[in-house]
């Protein structure tokens, strides 16, 4: 399939050298579900899967509850099941924060 929509729920940890410092980094935990099972060239288990999310960011001071950041995002089965091919991908994130 050439196209692929993502659920996932997910506890996120957020750490801040300060309580007013601009750069963070995210770590999160959670599961996901895939409207496919193949996905181009991939084809998980299933369509139920684990989810891990990495980020560094920061808050733009210019610009009030606004912040930038680069992530990485994994979905795989956790190796419940073989083979466990895995979805992988980066994205560049602007995001307000209400």
Do not use: C, M
């Not at 993502?6 to 999160?28: C, D, K, P």
């Not at 998980?44 to 960011?57: E, I, K, R, S």
């Not at 994994?74 to 091919?85: L, Q």
């Amino acid at each position: 399939s050439e196209q692929l929509s993502i659920g996932e729920s997910a506890l996120v940890f957020r750490w801040t050298q300060l309580s007013h410092s601009e750069w963070f980094g995210e770590i999160g935990v959670g599961v996901s579900h895939l409207s496919e099972r193949v996905y181009q060239a991939t084809e998980t288990h299933g369509q139920n899967n684990f989810a891990l999310d990495f980020a560094l960011g920061k808050a733009l001071s210019w610009a009030p509850n606004w912040e930038l950041s680069l992530r990485y995002r994994h979905y795989s089965n956790g190796y419940t099941h073989r083979p466990n091919p895995g979805l992988d991908y980066g994205a560049l994130v602007l995001a307000y924060r209400f």
